[in-house]
């Protein structure tokens, strides 16, 4: 009862907190500061059609740097958490096939899935997409590659190369930036092309894709992590 | 028409799903359950911060043909906020990254105790 009432509280706390600074909220009605200047010379200074992956991968390229580093801490992290004792690991379960339409589905979609996921984080300086979306949808893929078959291995082997490739050339294209243009993860190492196509705004399809497969690849490994921590007992 | 307007009802809803995600994560006794609460709380938050950079009127910050189609034709007066949005897809994989874990934890938790109440683990608590 004690309990219910602090709870109570607690929301009626927020729901307070919110209501004044609903009603004293007043929407904003131009750009100020520094959105305005990703705004004003985002096109021209980076040459991505796309002002958020603009400032993304190339104002706060850093911070993208930092994000995927927790996503790989993430991974190894639930890596280290789950991990199986030798006993467990040789241990063979074979689970219940599923139904053929989950199966026949699979193979017509799995391959449109991985393209479309290629397609989005290629596209990301153009289109509303980028590499943590492109990679999700790869990552989906792979989930339903495993729901259509349960006792499908992943190949542990192609998911650290990806990971590590990737992670690498990302880290690599950034520090070429220093000495190539104008500091850490500077796009303009390649030209930025003709505005609005498929190879402009310098290295950001590249480093994008980069960013895709590592984001693919690492989620892909924690649904491994969890397929075969199925066989913990 | 001032209460209709986008950016209110999304802010309205972002603080909606905060206080239902905060009830979720109090109130639960099904860890799975207080999982679900923290990504709708993610959720909540990340719609509100996004409709703190909406503008009236205003289209993606996506330069196509949208924006020149627009009356003023000038990026700066026809797009919405783009560092938001930017800060938002960092915050969604954060937040990915912290329900995984969770799911992780609830697991070994699961293995320790056979059970997903919250009550049968207070090995802590004195």
Same mark, same amino acid.
Request: hydrophobic share 50%; no cysteine; net charge neutral.
């Given at each position: 009862?004690?309990?219910?009432?602090?709870?109570?509280?607690?929301?009626?706390?927020?729901?307070?907190?919110?209501?004044?600074?609903?009603?004293?909220? #007043?929407?904003?009605?131009?750009?100020?500061?520094?959105?305005?200047?990703?705004?004003?010379?985002?096109?021209?200074?980076?040459?991505?059609?796309?002002?958020?992956?603009?400032?993304?991968?190339?104002?706060?390229?850093?911070?993208?740097?930092? #994000?995927?580093?927790?996503?790989?801490?993430?991974?190894?992290?639930?890596a280290?958490?789950l991990k199986l004792?030798?006993?467990d690991e040789e241990k063979i379960i074979v689970h219940r096939g599923t %139904? #053929?339409?989950?199966i026949?589905?699979s193979k017509? =979609?799995i391959?449109?899935?991985?393209?479309?996921?290629?397609?989005?984080?290629?596209?990301?300086?153009?289109?509303?997409?980028?590499?943590?979306?492109?990679?999700?949808?790869?990552a %989906?893929g792979v989930v339903l590659s495993i729901l259509a078959n349960p006792n499908r291995q992943i190949n542990h082997n192609v998911i650290i190369w990806v990971e590590?490739?990737?992670?690498?050339?990302?880290?690599?294209?950034?520090?070429?930036?220093?000495?190539?243009?104008?500091?850490?993860?500077?796009?303009?190492?390649?030209? =930025?092309?003709?505005?609005?196509?498929?190879?402009?705004?310098?290295?950001?399809?590249?480093?994008?894709?980069?960013?895709?497969?590592?984001?693919?690849a690492?989620i892909s490994n924690i649904l491994n992590k969890y397929q075969k921590s199925q066989k913990e007992? | 028409?001032?209460?209709?307007?986008?950016?209110?009802?999304?802010?309205?809803?972002?603080?909606?799903?905060?206080?239902?995600?905060?009830?979720?994560?109090?109130?639960?006794?099904?860890?799975?359950?207080?999982?679900?609460?923290?990504?709708?709380?993610?959720?909540?938050?990340?719609?509100?911060?996004?409709?703190?950079?909406?503008? !009236?009127?205003?289209?993606?910050?996506?330069?196509?043909?949208?924006?020149?189609?627009?009356?003023?034709?000038?990026?700066?007066?026809?797009?919405?906020?783009?560092?938001?949005?930017?800060?938002?897809?960092?915050?969604?994989?954060?937040?990915?990254?912290?329900?995984?874990?969770?799911?992780?934890?609830?697991?070994?938790?699961? !293995?320790?105790? !056979?059970?997903?109440?919250?009550?049968?683990?207070?090995?802590?608590?004195?």
């Amino acid at each position: 009862m004690l309990r219910n009432l602090l709870i109570g509280l607690v929301l009626a706390g927020f729901v307070f907190i919110f209501y004044n600074l609903y009603i004293t909220y #007043e929407p904003k009605t131009e750009l100020t500061g520094i959105a305005a200047h990703y705004a004003e010379k985002g096109a021209v200074e980076v040459g991505a059609a796309n002002l958020v992956t603009a400032v993304v991968v190339t104002y706060r390229g850093f911070d993208t740097l930092g #994000e995927i580093t927790i996503l790989f801490l993430t991974a190894s992290i639930i890596a280290f958490f789950l991990k199986l004792s030798k006993v467990d690991e040789e241990k063979i379960i074979v689970h219940r096939g599923t %139904s #053929e339409l989950l199966i026949t589905a699979s193979k017509i =979609l799995i391959p449109i899935i991985f393209l479309f996921g290629a397609y989005v984080f290629m596209n990301g300086h153009l289109t509303p997409g980028g590499g943590f979306q492109g990679g999700a949808i790869i990552a %989906s893929g792979v989930v339903l590659s495993i729901l259509a078959n349960p006792n499908r291995q992943i190949n542990h082997n192609v998911i650290i190369w990806v990971e590590s490739i990737s992670g690498v050339s990302f880290v690599l294209i950034g520090v070429l930036g220093i000495f190539l243009a104008g500091g850490f993860l500077d796009n303009r190492i390649l030209g =930025l092309g003709e505005f609005g196509t498929l190879f402009s705004a310098g290295a950001i399809p590249i480093i994008y894709s980069f960013v895709g497969l590592k984001v693919g690849a690492e989620i892909s490994n924690i649904l491994n992590k969890y397929q075969k921590s199925q066989k913990e007992s | 028409m001032e209460y209709f307007d986008l950016g209110k009802i999304s802010l309205l809803i972002g603080f909606l799903l905060i206080i239902i995600g905060f009830w979720g994560v109090l109130s639960q006794k099904n860890i799975i359950k207080i999982i679900i609460g923290f990504a709708i709380l993610n959720t909540g938050i990340n719609i509100l911060m996004v409709s703190l950079g909406y503008i !009236r009127g205003r289209t993606a910050p996506i330069i196509d043909s949208a924006v020149e189609q627009a009356e003023n034709h000038n990026v700066l007066n026809s797009v919405v906020d783009p560092v938001p949005q930017a800060l938002v897809l960092t915050a969604i994989v954060i937040g990915f990254g912290v329900t995984a874990l969770l799911l992780a934890y609830a697991m070994k938790l699961f !293995r320790a105790k !056979r059970t997903l109440d919250i009550n049968n683990f207070n090995d802590l608590k004195w």
